[in-house]
DNA sequence: AGAGATACCTGGGAGC
DNA sequence: TGCTCCCAGGTATCTC
């Protein structure tokens, strides 16, 4: 599903594809989402630009032209598409944004987690507020070791879910969270609080590592922009414990086990992480 | 403040 | 075969 490294590479293609762009007219076909998309048709989208794209955390945020931003979050099943607005429409696309070249902007969204709003900036550059608590992007000087264990002090709950908390380092999800643990040799149980600094030197290191591996191979499967769907990228085959509950660990040849975390599958080697 | 539980949604798979 | 049940995922929101 799309994670960061995803929707890192959904903003590149839609960068690539769409900046400049023109917005000719907005197409509701199934309104219910995480947030209701009616407000989408009454937002005055047509005739504004896509001026450019960044990302925070897993959310990809289009400038328009008028100052106003698209903000977007591709949930576990969201896909986008740039393509002719005449391909017929698939069960789950909920969305069409009209160009002005006779395509459309796409989105489909199985299980309806997805966001796609209009969002006002408090000032340029800036991200829309529902963002404005996240931590430090993972891939950024900011989130280092040190950062990391300054913001686990006190912290009793399991560093797994304290991982996968926005307002600690944006957009590490269920899946790199149980990859980067075991890349750094750490338990998902232990309490964040207890990491030592070198613990917490580790996991930045392997977020960053894990991130921008993830990210390359992203891009390979997406480059015609068609399916962005992140189950085909090609980082699934590196994964290690993810979904390998049961099996031996590659490292050690202990079991792989699961266990519920923070109301979350979580897999790991009792072996390697302590 | 922080931690844990829950709702949201659909498709796929397991089990009967 | 068809039914029911459970699970997967991120985030907002609730309670404690």
Do not use: W
């Not at 995803?6 to 309104?31: C, M, Q």
């Amino acid at each position: 599903m799309p994670e960061l490294p995803e929707a890192e590479n959904i903003r590149r293609a839609l960068a690539r594809v769409l900046t400049g762009r023109k917005i000719a007219g907005v197409e509701i076909f199934s309104p219910a989402m995480r947030e209701p998309l009616t407000p989408l048709a009454a937002a005055g989208l047509e005739g504004t630009a896509f001026a450019g794209f960044r990302r925070r955390g897993r959310y990809v945020i289009a400038d328009l032209s008028d100052g106003r931003a698209l903000l977007m979050h591709f949930g576990m099943s969201g896909v986008v598409r740039v393509e002719s607005a005449k391909i017929p429409r698939r069960k789950h696309e909920h969305v069409f944004l009209h160009l002005d070249d006779g395509r459309a902007f796409r989105f489909e969204c199985t299980r309806r987690f997805s966001v796609l709003k209009v969002c006002t900036l408090p000032e340029p550059g800036g991200v829309p507020a529902e963002l404005g608590t996240f931590g430090p992007e993972p891939l950024s000087e900011a989130f280092n070791g040190d950062s990391l264990y300054r913001a686990s002090r006190g912290r009793t709950g399991c560093v797994k879910p304290f991982l996968m908390n926005n307002c600690v380092v944006a957009g590490i999800g269920n899946i790199y969270a149980t990859e980067i643990l075991f890349a750094a040799g750490v338990s998902p149980l232990r309490p964040a609080g207890e990491l030592s600094q070198r613990e917490c030197v580790l996991i930045a290191a392997e977020s960053k590592r894990i991130l921008a591996r993830a990210i390359e191979l992203g891009g390979s499967s997406i480059s015609d922009f068609r399916n962005v769907d992140g189950r085909e990228g090609k980082f699934a085959q590196e994964l290690e414990v993810y979904g390998r509950a049961g099996l031996p660990c590659g490292k050690c040849g202990s079991m792989i086990v699961s266990q519920r975390i923070g109301g979350r599958t979580s897999a790991f080697c009792p072996g390697c992480q302590k």
